[in-house]
C-alpha cells in the first residue's frame, strides 16, 4: 500500500523557475528517498535523507524533511526542460522495502 | 554505478499464455530483489521481495501462484505472469539492493518491462 501522498499531483512551469513538490507520509521513518522517473522509464535515485536530518542538497536539488509533521519537499532550483518526469518519494517499509508516495508529474516548458 | 537490467522491455501476447520477465544485476550480487507493478499515471506497487535461494515474499493481495517469482542466482531474478489477462497488463519494474549491505541502502531499479495481454 502506499505510504502516502504528494501533492501536487501535476506542476507545470517554465525552465528557469524552481519546482517544489511535497510529500506526506503515516508512519515513523528512519529515511525517505527521492526518485525521478522519465516515462515508461525506471527510476533513478536522486537522494536520501535520514530522519535525523533536517536538509539535504545535491546540486540543483534541495530535500526538507520534517518528521514531526510526517513530511518532506523536494526543491529544484533552475529548471530546465530536462526536468520533465514523475518525482516519487519513497520511505523504508520495514525488511528493507520501499512504500511510494502517489508521485508528481513534472512537466518544464522552454 | 550499480546497473539493473530488464528483459524483455516490451512484450506483447495471447491471454491465457505465460510471460517470463528476467531483472538482473549486472556488475554487483543482490541477495534481495524486489518487483513492482506500475498501472500509467500511477505509483508503484511492491508485488513480492525476491530472496535468493528461498522462496519470495509476496505483498497482501498479489496472487503467488498467479506471479511465479525464481531468484536462482546472486544475480538473476524472475517474475512469471501465469495464465496472463488483460488486466495484468502493466508496466512492471524490478529493482535491486545495493551491494553494500544495510538498512539505508538505496534501491537500484531496472528499466521496466511493458506487458501488453490481449
Known amino acids: 500500500s502506499q505510504q502516502g501522498e504528494e501533492d501536487p499531483q501535476a506542476l507545470s512551469i517554465q525552465e528557469g523557475e524552481n519546482a517544489t513538490m511535497n510529500c506526506s507520509y503515516k508512519?515513523?521513518?528512519?529515511?525517505l528517498q527521492w526518485y525521478r522517473q522519465n516515462s515508461g522509464r525506471g527510476l533513478v535515485h536522486l537522494i536520501l535523507?535520514?530522519?535525523?536530518?533536517r536538509e539535504k542538497h545535491s546540486g540543483r536539488l534541495r530535500v526538507t524533511l520534517d518528521t514531526s509533521k510526517k513530511s518532506s519537499s523536494l526543491l529544484i532550483t533552475a529548471s530546465r526542460a530536462a526536468d520533465t518526469a514523475s518525482y516519487f518519494c519513497a520511505t523504508d517499509g520495514g525488511y528493507n522495502k520501499l512504500i511510494f508516495g502517489a508521485g508528481t508529474r513534472l512537466a518544464v516548458h522552454p | 554505478g550499480a546497473v539493473v537490467s530488464q528483459h524483455p522491455s516490451r512484450v506483447i501476447c495471447k491471454s491465457g499464455t505465460s510471460v517470463k520477465i528476467e531483472c538482473r544485476s549486472l556488475?554487483?550480487?543482490?541477495?534481495?530483489m524486489f518487483w513492482y507493478r506500475q498501472f500509467p499515471k500511477q505509483s508503484l506497487m511492491l508485488m513480492a521481495t525476491?530472496?535468493?535461494?528461498?522462496?519470495?515474499?509476496?505483498e497482501q493481495g498479489v496472487e503467488k501462484d498467479k506471479f511465479l517469482i525464481n531468484h536462482a542466482s546472486l544475480t538473476l531474478s524472475t517474475l512469471t505472469v501465469t495464465s496472463a489477462h488483460p488486466e495484468d497488463s502493466s508496466f512492471y519494474i524490478c529493482?535491486?539492493?545495493?551491494?553494500?549491505?544495510?538498512?539505508?541502502?538505496?534501491?537500484?531499479f531496472g528499466p521496466g518491462t511493458r506487458l501488453t495481454v490481449l
Open positions: 529493482s535491486a539492493r545495493g551491494p553494500s549491505g544495510g538498512a539505508l541502502d538505496t534501491q537500484y
Open positions: 556488475d554487483f550480487q543482490a541477495t534481495t
Open positions: 525476491s530472496n535468493e535461494g528461498s522462496k519470495a515474499t509476496y
Open positions: 535523507i535520514r530522519s535525523n536530518e
Open positions: 508512519t515513523s521513518i528512519n529515511n
